[in-house]
C-alpha cells in the first residue's frame, strides 16, 4: 500500500514542520516534503502504476505512534477487579489466584482488547510479559500491531519447573522472533531477581545472547523488593543483576523506582533501557522513580503503561503527561522534563528502549511508518500556539483518528481496520462473565 | 422539559444502583425506581399531557455532573501559551502582560469555548474567579451551566483603584447573583492574600456578609508565599485570614499545598472550603496538597482545574484521577483515596464547597437535574466490574454521551445543543492569531 498523508503538521521528538507531506511506501516513510504529488510518486516506478491512497492531514498533527515499553496486556481482563490494595494484598489474593486459572482463549481475546485500546490511544508498539504469549503474537500478527513479547518466567531453580519454563520461552523465539514481516521480536522475561532463583537468570543470560535477543523484567519495584534483596543477598537488586552479568544482554528494566546513587551508575554504565510506569507505581503507591537522576547520567528513560489491572488504562497520552508532572513537583522544578522531552519518552527513548530504535520513534525518511494523525481542532486544544504542548498536556484520545503501523493503516477515520472491535467487545463482556464478584 | 432516562446504571458518591429509571420534571430529579412508565408520569399530572423525552440508557452509566471548583475559565485563550516555567516567571513575563491587554469579547469567547471543553468532559458546575466577569456570566446564562462567578480583586488599599474594584465586584452581585434561574451564583474574590491589602480584605468581607455572599480566594499556594507572609505578617496566610475574620464568611479556598498543622486545624474550626488543584499544582512545581490530613480533621476537600494555563485542560476525569494518585504515592498506601472518594471530591464534595450541596452533587430526587451519561462499552473500559472503579482510573471524556444542566440537555449523543461549537472555535482560532509568538 502507498500513502500520502497531505498538509499535515509533524510533530517528533526531534523537529515541528508545519504543512508538509508525507509519503508511505512499502511500509517506510520514503519522503517528507512540503508537497507531493501522487501523479510524480507513480511515475518514479517504472515497473507499474500503485494505487495511492490520499490521506488529508489538514488541521491535523502527526506524530510517531507512541512505545508501550511495559505492560501485561491480557491483564486488561483484570481491570477494575481489585483496586486500592496494598501490592501484596492485590498480588497474592486477588490476581495470582485467578491468572493460575487462567486460559489461552482469554489471552487471546484480552490481547486484541487491549490492543485496540493502544490502538485507539495511539500506541503502535509495546513490551508484553505474560503468559500464553502465543496467543499475544497471533492476536499481534492479525491486527497489525508492533510489539517485543516474552513469556514471563517464574521458577526458584532449574527443576522440572524451572526447565518447562525456559523451554516454553525459548519456544516463543523459535516460533515468533522476527515473524509477522519483522513486526514481532521476542525476549526472554525472568519475571524478577526476587522471583527466579540465581540459576534460572543465568539460564536466561546464555540463552538471550546465543539466540541474539534482549531481556526484559521487573527492577527495583518497590521499596521491600530492595530490603529484602539487602537481607538476603547484601546488595540491591540491581547490583545483583549485574553481579550476575545479566547487564550484557541488551536489557529492559521496568519501574527502578528505588534505586540508588550505585544503582542508576550501575545501569547507565551497562546501557539498561529503564522503563518507567508512573500511573502504575502511583496507584500501587511503589513511588516516584528518580527519572531525573537517571536521564542526568545518560540512562535511556521509556514510559509504559503496565497492566491494566494496576492503572487502570493503556493510554501513554496519560502515561506522557503524569510522567512530566510528578518530575515537576518532586524536584520543585516546572522546567524538569518539559513538553518535548516527555514526548520523546514516550516515543524515540521508548523504541530505542525496546530495540527498534533504527526503525521507528520518530517521523525520519527511511524508517518504518509507524504514526498517529490527532485532529487537533477540539474544543480542549484549542486555540494552539504550541503543538507539542497541545499533544502532552491538552489532548486526550479521543482526538486520535488515523493510525498506521508499518504502513498500514489499522484505524481510519476512528474505525479500527484489522480488528472486528464488536466482535471483541462481545468476547470480552462474555469472557469476563465468571470474574464478577 | 420533561426527560426519562431508561434503564441506566446510576453511580453516585452515595450509592450504586443497576438498570434504573430516572425522571426528570421541571429541572428537578423527580423520581428515581426500576421502571418509569412515560404514560404513568403524564397522566399524574392533571393540567396539560407534556412530551416527555426518552433517553435510552442501556450500557450507560449515569454520574452528577462533576463540580470544578476552582478556575479561571476564559484563559483557555493562554493553554499551551507558556509552559515549562517557574511560577514567578510565568506570572510576571508571560500571563500579567498579556493580561492586561485583554478586551471584554475576548472573555465571552473564551468563557463559551471553555464551557464546551467542561460540557464535553462532563462538568455541569464551576466557580470562576477573573476579569470582565458579564461576559463570562452571560456565556454561563446562554449556555445553561451553573457556575459560581466572582471578579478578581487585585488592590493594596482602599484608594481610587481599591474602590473600582470592590465597586465592579460589588455590581457583578447586583446583576448577577441568583440569575438564569438560579444557576449564577455571584461571590467576592479578593485574589489572594498577598495580592490585597487588608483594607481590602476587610472590606470584601463585610460586603460579603451583608450580600449574603461566598468568598473565594487563593490561599497558600506557594512555599514562597507563606515565607514572605511569615516575614511580613509573622504569621501564615491562613491564620492571616483567620485573623481578618475572613473565615466568618463562608470562604472558598483554592491551593492550600502549603498548610501546617495549626493551618488546618483552623480551616477545620472555621468549615473553610479547600479546593485541592492537582495538576496546576504540579505543573508549576508548587507541591502537592496535604489532602489526605485535611480531610482526617474534617475539611471539606473539592477539585478543580485552575485555569487552563496551568493545566492544559478542563478535565475533571483526570483530575480526580490525579489526586488520588498524588495521595497514594505521598502517603505511600494505595488505600488511600479510593476511588468512590475521589468521585464524592469531584461532585458532592464540589457542590457543597461551592454552595450548592443542596441542590446539586449526588443523584437524588429533590435536586436539581446536573446529570452525566457516560457509554461504559468502549475498549477502554471493558470489561466492567466495578462502575466507579471505571469511571475514576479508566474512562477519558470521549464516553460521555449525554450531558443535563438543571434539566436541560445541554450535550445530546455527544453534540452541544447550547453552543454553536463551530462558531465558537472558528472565533478561538481568529481571537487568537494576535497572542502567537
Redesign the interface.
Known amino acids: 500500500m502507498r500513502i500520502i498523508v497531505k498538509n499535515v503538521t509533524l510533530v517528533d521528538g526531534l523537529t515541528v514542520k508545519e504543512d508538509h507531506d508525507l509519503y508511505i511506501k512499502d511500509g517506510v516513510i520514503a519522503c517528507i516534503s512540503p508537497c507531493i504529488s501522487p501523479i510524480k510518486v507513480n511515475s518514479d516506478d517504472i515497473e507499474e502504476s500503485h494505487v495511492v491512497q490520499i490521506i488529508d492531514g489538514a488541521g491535523k498533527i502527526a506524530f510517531p505512534g507512541f512505545v508501550n515499553a511495559h505492560t501485561h496486556l491480557s491483564m486488561?481482563?483484570f481491570?477494575?477487579?481489585a483496586?486500592?490494595?496494598?501490592?501484596k494484598e492485590?498480588l497474592e489474593k486477588e490476581i495470582w489466584p485467578i491468572e493460575k486459572n487462567l486460559k489461552p482463549q482469554e489471552v487471546y481475546w484480552f490481547a486484541l482488547?487491549g490492543i485496540?485500546?493502544m490502538i485507539?490511544?495511539g500506541t503502535t508498539a509495546f513490551a508484553d510479559m505474560y503468559f500464553y504469549m502465543d496467543e499475544v503474537a497471533r492476536a499481534v500478527e492479525e491486527s497489525g500491531m508492533r510489539a517485543l513479547l516474552a513469556c514471563g518466567i517464574i521458577a526458584e531453580s532449574y527443576d522440572a519447573h524451572g526447565r518447562k519454563e525456559i523451554e516454553t520461552a525459548r519456544n516463543l523465539i523459535v516460533d515468533w522472533h522476527g515473524k509477522a514481516n519483522g513486526r514481532i521480536n521476542v525476549a526472554l522475561a525472568p519475571h524478577a531477581p526476587y522471583t527466579c532463583g540465581c540459576e534460572i537468570l543465568e539460564k536466561t543470560r546464555d540463552i538471550a545472547v546465543s539466540a541474539g535477543v534482549m531481556i526484559h523484567t521487573h527492577l527495583s519495584e518497590t521499596a521491600d523488593e530492595v530490603k529484602r534483596s539487602y537481607a538476603d543477598l547484601g546488595m540491591s537488586p540491581v547490583k545483583y543483576l549485574a553481579s550476575l552479568d545479566l547487564f550484557s544482554v541488551p536489557i529492559l528494566a521496568a519501574h527502578c523506582v528505588h534505586v540508588n546513587e550505585e544503582d542508576i551508575a550501575l545501569l547507565a554504565e551497562h546501557n539498561v533501557m529503564v522503563v518507567h510506569n508512573p500511573?502504575s507505581?502511583?496507584?500501587?503507591?511503589?513511588?516516584?522513580a528518580p527519572v531525573m537522576q537517571m536521564k542526568a547520567v545518560g540512562v535511556n528513560v521509556a514510559l509504559g503503561t503496565d497492566g491494566?489491572a494496576s492503572?487502570?488504562?493503556?493510554?501513554m497520552l496519560?502515561e506522557m503527561?503524569?510522567a512530566t508532572?510528578?518530575q515537576?513537583?518532586t524536584?520543585?522544578?516546572?522546567?524538569?522534563i518539559?513538553?518535548i522531552e516527555a514526548l520523546r519518552m514516550a516515543t524515540c527513548s521508548g523504541a530505542t528502549a525496546i530495540g527498534i530504535g533504527e526503525l521507528a520513534g520518530t517521523l525520519t525518511v527511511g524508517k518504518r511508518a509507524d504514526i498517529v494523525l490527532m485532529d487537533i481542532?477540539k474544543?480542549?486544544?484549542?486555540?494552539?500556539?504550541?503543538y507539542i504542548?497541545?499533544l502532552v498536556?491538552?489532548a486526550?484520545?479521543?482526538a486520535i483518528t488515523d493510525v498506521i503501523v508499518d504502513g498500514q493503516i489499522v484505524m481510519e477515520r476512528g474505525n479500527l481496520t484489522t480488528i472486528d472491535?464488536e466482535r471483541?467487545?462481545a468476547k470480552?463482556?462474555e469472557?469476563?462473565v465468571g470474574?464478577?464478584?
Open positions: 486488561v481482563l481491570r477494575g477487579l483496586d486500592d490494595l496494598p501490592l492485590w482488547l485496540a485500546e485507539r490511544s500511573t507505581n502511583a496507584k500501587l503507591a511503589s513511588g516516584i491494566a492503572n487502570n488504562n493503556l493510554d496519560e503527561r503524569l508532572l510528578l515537576k513537583v524536584t520543585k522544578d516546572p522546567t524538569t518539559p513538553a481542532d474544543v480542549n486544544m484549542l486555540p494552539s500556539y504550541d504542548s497541545d498536556y491538552a486526550n484520545s479521543q472491535e471483541v467487545k470480552a463482556r469472557l469476563s470474574y464478577r464478584k
